[in-house]
C-alpha cells in the first residue's frame, strides 16, 4: 500500500517534513543558528503525542543548554534523517536502523539512549477474529508493519519473520504488507480489522494497553520477539564537541528525584539514560544489509 509520501518526490517530502504548529519552518532553506537549537524525533507515534511528550524536555534542556531549544515535528522517518544530514537539525531522536541510515549519510554520533533500548522487543499482534494463534499463523493472512524506516515496526519484525519464522513478507502474505507510518497505527489496522496482523513496538503496545487506547476484545498479543538495540539521541556532523557533551551530559544525568527531570524521564518511558556507541548499532547495520533495506 502507498502512502501519500511515498508518493512525493524526495525534495516534496523534506519539505512537508519541516513543519512546526501546521507553517512552513522558515529556516528550511538554511542551516540551524548557533542561538537556537532545533531537535526532532522519528514520528513513530501521532504528533499530539510527541508534542506532549516532548515539551518537558525542551524546557529541561534549555535550562542545561543556556539557549532556545525548539522541537521540529517531522512527518515521516526519512525527513528526520534528511533535516539532521541537512544541518537542519542539531539532535534527533532516531530508531536503530534510522541512526544507521544518518551516521551512512552523514556521520552521525550517537549520544545516549534508554536503559530499556539495549534490550528492546516488536510484538505481533491480530485481531481476534483472524483466526491467528501463533506466530506461523501469520502465514497467509493480511500483515501491517509500521514505516519502513522503523527498527521495531518494521526491520526487526521482518528480520524475524525471515530468519525465525520462515515466512516472506514479500511472497508469504495475502498480499503484500501494509505500512501503517506509526506503530499506534498499526493497532488501530489491526483492531478495524482491515488488517489481520501486524508489528509494532513493544512501549508503545503496553502503553496502549494500558490506558485502553484500543478494544482489548479486538486485537490480541500473539508474540514478542527476542532483544536488539534501538532508539538513540543523535548529533549531526559539524556541532561543537562542547555543545555535543553538554547535550549529551544533560540525559545522562537526569535525576529522578527532582520533580522536572522525572517528568522527563517518564514521558522518555526510561529510568535512566545511558552512554551510546557507534559499536552499538553494527548488529542492526547488518540485520539491515542482510534483509537488502540498507545498500
Given at each position: 500500500?502507498?502512502?501519500?509520501?511515498?508518493?512525493?518526490?524526495?525534495?516534496?517530502?523534506?519539505?512537508?517534513?519541516?513543519?512546526?504548529?501546521?507553517?512552513?519552518?522558515?529556516?528550511?532553506?538554511?542551516?540551524?543558528?548557533?542561538?537556537?537549537?532545533?531537535?526532532?524525533?522519528?514520528?513513530?507515534?501521532?504528533?499530539?503525542?510527541?508534542?506532549?511528550?516532548?515539551?518537558?524536555?525542551?524546557?529541561?534542556?534549555?535550562?542545561?543548554?543556556?539557549?532556545?531549544?525548539?522541537?521540529?515535528?517531522?512527518?515521516?522517518?526519512?525527513?528526520?534523517?534528511?533535516?539532521?544530514?541537512?544541518?537542519?537539525?542539531?539532535?534527533?531522536?532516531?530508531?536503530?536502523?534510522?541512526?544507521?541510515?544518518?551516521?551512512?549519510?552523514?556521520?552521525?554520533?550517537p549520544l545516549a539512549m534508554r536503559d530499556i533500548d539495549r534490550k528492546f522487543k516488536s510484538v505481533f499482534i491480530a485481531n481476534t477474529t483472524s483466526g491467528i494463534e501463533k506466530p506461523e499463523d501469520f502465514k497467509g493472512k493480511t500483515f501491517a508493519f509500521g514505516s519502513k524506516s522503523s527498527t521495531s515496526g518494521h526491520l526487526m519484525p521482518r528480520h524475524y519473520l525471515l530468519s525465525l519464522l520462515a515466512i516472506n513478507p514479500e511472497k508469504?502474505?495475502?498480499?503484500?504488507?501494509?505500512?501503517?507510518?506509526?506503530?499506534?497505527?498499526?493497532?488501530?489496522?489491526?483492531?478495524?480489522?482491515?488488517?489481520?496482523?501486524?508489528?509494532?513496538?513493544?512501549?508503545?503496545?503496553?502503553?496502549?494497553?494500558?490506558?485502553?487506547?484500543?478494544?482489548?476484545?479486538?486485537?490480541?498479543?500473539?508474540?514478542?520477539?527476542?532483544?536488539?538495540?534501538?532508539?538513540?539521541?543523535?548529533?549531526?556532523?559539524?556541532?561543537?564537541?562542547?555543545?555535543?557533551?553538554?547535550?549529551?551530559?544533560?540525559?545522562?544525568?537526569?535525576?529522578?528525584?527532582?520533580?522536572?527531570?522525572?517528568?522527563?524521564?517518564?514521558?522518555?518511558?526510561?529510568?535512566?539514560?545511558?552512554?551510546?556507541?557507534?559499536?552499538?548499532?553494527?548488529?542492526?547495520?547488518?540485520?539491515?544489509?542482510?534483509?537488502?533495506?540498507?545498500?
Open positions: 500500500m502507498k502512502t501519500f509520501s511515498s508518493m512525493c518526490k524526495p525534495w516534496q517530502r523534506l519539505i512537508a517534513a519541516l513543519v512546526v504548529g501546521g507553517s512552513l519552518l522558515t529556516s528550511a532553506v538554511s542551516h540551524a543558528s548557533d542561538d537556537v537549537i532545533r531537535v526532532t524525533g522519528i514520528p513513530d507515534e501521532n504528533p499530539t503525542e510527541l508534542a506532549r511528550k516532548n515539551q518537558p524536555m525542551v524546557d529541561y534542556l534549555e535550562k542545561k543548554l543556556g539557549k532556545k531549544v525548539t522541537y521540529v515535528a517531522v512527518t515521516d522517518y526519512g525527513a528526520a534523517v534528511s533535516a539532521l544530514s541537512a544541518g537542519k537539525i542539531d539532535f534527533a531522536w532516531l530508531g536503530g536502523f534510522t541512526f544507521v541510515q544518518a551516521r551512512h549519510l552523514a556521520g552521525a554520533e508469504d502474505f495475502a498480499g503484500l504488507p501494509v505500512y501503517s507510518g506509526a506503530h499506534d497505527a498499526t493497532v488501530k489496522l489491526v483492531e478495524s480489522g482491515k488488517i489481520q496482523g501486524g508489528a509494532l513496538n513493544i512501549e508503545v503496545w503496553d502503553r496502549m494497553l494500558a490506558e485502553k487506547k484500543f478494544d482489548a476484545k479486538k486485537v490480541k498479543l500473539v508474540w514478542t520477539s527476542p532483544e536488539y538495540v534501538d532508539y538513540v539521541w543523535a548529533a549531526r556532523k559539524g556541532l561543537s564537541p562542547e555543545l555535543v557533551a553538554k547535550f549529551k551530559d544533560a540525559f545522562l544525568n537526569l535525576d529522578p528525584s527532582v520533580p522536572e527531570q522525572k517528568a522527563v524521564l517518564d514521558l522518555q518511558g526510561a529510568k535512566v539514560f545511558v552512554a551510546a556507541n557507534q559499536s552499538d548499532f553494527d548488529s542492526i547495520e547488518k540485520v539491515a544489509r542482510d534483509t537488502g533495506l540498507l545498500k
